[in-house]
């Protein structure tokens, strides 16, 4: 049996490398989160979604999409919600229809607020500013819901911030 994982074991495999690198970093990964340790901090969903960033980085999105998938499915929570990523290959692969599904099943989720500003960007860097502002609101939504103690001030940070770009960048007053 392998050594238990820490959650900075899979954060050294993060960063820019060659394609054939980060099909070895996602194999990796995968390899682990076959592997459970009772002991790791990372849940087998966290890992295949650090996987499916690999396939993505390595310009595979069909893999991407399916170790997503696998994500979805597997034991454990992942932030960003694994959807997040999902919809981000997608539109990056012109794949609207299917992105528009995924962020679909992510707002029907109740996602938090770092979730909503995530998806934000995301539309927000595919050049879909109604998407975008469309997750900000669902995020100042959800944000409005919760009590003080339990708003992550750094979540709700960069929702303000990228509710703020878009709404300039629409041409609508800030708020």
Known sequence: MRAPLTHEDVEELEG???PDEHRVLAEKLLAWAEEV??????TTAELLSAAGWQHDLAGDTDGAL????????????????VRVPMVAVLLA???TEEAAGAA??????????????MA???????GDLPQAHRWTAIGMTRAALLADDELDE??????????SRVRLALGMPTD
């Open 93 to 95: 692969a012109g794949r």
């Open 16 to 18: 820019h490398r060659s």
């Open 104 to 117: 679909d099943e992510l707002r029907r989720s109740s996602p938090g607020v770092g979730d909503c500003a």
């Open 66 to 81: 399916a170790v997503f998938r696998r994500a979805l499915a597997a034991d454990g929570v992942t932030y960003p919600d």
């Open 154 to 163: 750094q979540e709700l940070a960069r929702l303000t911030s990228v509710r």
């Open 37 to 42: 340790h009772p002991d790791d901090e990372p």
């Open 120 to 126: 934000a960007e995301v539309y927000e860097l595919a």
